[in-house]
Structure formats: structure tokens, C-alpha cells
Nanobody, 117 residues
Framework: QVQLMESGGGLVQPGGSLRLSCAASGSLSSFYAMGWYRQAPGKQRESVAAITRGGITSYKDPVKGRFIISRDKANNTVYLQMNSLKPEDTAVYYC???????????WGQGTQVTVSS
């Protein structure tokens, strides 16, 4: 069992930035990839970004050019830098381990991001 702990969410104005962190209890190299997902009220959970064991990153269209996923392998931590935030980015953001492309396995508890003026 892997423990994932997200942090860094909060309230931010449109156009602002936030950085989310996800601390894992095990080595990131144990997993095919790490990913960030989000779930807005009344909507299904959706993939946002992922970073593979080899460091290859991928992003879904709504966040391309605005969000950056990165990792600190020494500290087993994954980050999501979110820039130029929009109200439609408001959601609970979850960190996950992936066993394949867009195949989440373990989840964190989530962190709320609210973009509002």
C-alpha cells in the first residue's frame, strides 16, 4: 500500500499561481508514472498531467502551456505548478500512482483549489 499526501491547495484569483505537492511513502521509481487528476463539482474525475518513471511529461489540453508537472526523486515528491489559473480550474486535485497510461492505482486524499475573484 502506498500513501500519498497532497498539499498546496487554496483560494487564488484568476490569473494567479499555485504549486501543489504530493509526497509519496515509497520511491517514485517503483511506479510506471505519477499523475495529477482533478474533480470539479458534478463532474467526473479527469486526468491533468503525468510524469513517467523516465521523466517524460504529458498534459491534457485544458492545462497545456499553463501547468507544469515535475518531481524530486530524492524526496519522493511530485509537484504541479499551476499558472494563469482560471475559474474552470476550480476542483479537488488528486495525486495518483499510475500502472500504465492514464491507469491510476493509488490515490491521495485530495486538495481543494478554488479560483475566484
Amino acid at each position: 500500500q502506498v500513501q500519498l499526501m497532497e498539499s498546496g491547495g487554496g483560494l487564488v484569483q484568476p490569473g494567479g499561481s499555485l504549486r501543489l505537492s504530493c509526497a509519496a511513502s515509497g520511491s517514485l521509481s517503483s511506479f510506471y508514472a505519477m499523475g495529477w487528476y482533478r474533480q470539479a463539482p458534478g463532474k467526473q474525475r479527469e486526468s491533468v498531467a503525468a510524469i513517467t518513471r523516465g521523466g517524460i511529461t504529458s498534459y491534457k489540453d485544458p492545462v497545456k502551456g499553463r501547468f507544469i508537472i515535475s518531481r524530486d526523486k530524492a524526496n519522493n515528491t511530485v509537484y504541479l505548478q499551476m499558472n494563469s489559473l482560471k475559474p474552470e480550474d476550480t476542483a479537488v486535485y488528486y495525486c495518483s500512482t499510475l500502472w500504465g497510461y492514464d491507469r491510476p492505482q493509488f490515490w491521495g486524499q485530495g486538495t481543494q483549489v478554488t479560483v475566484s475573484s
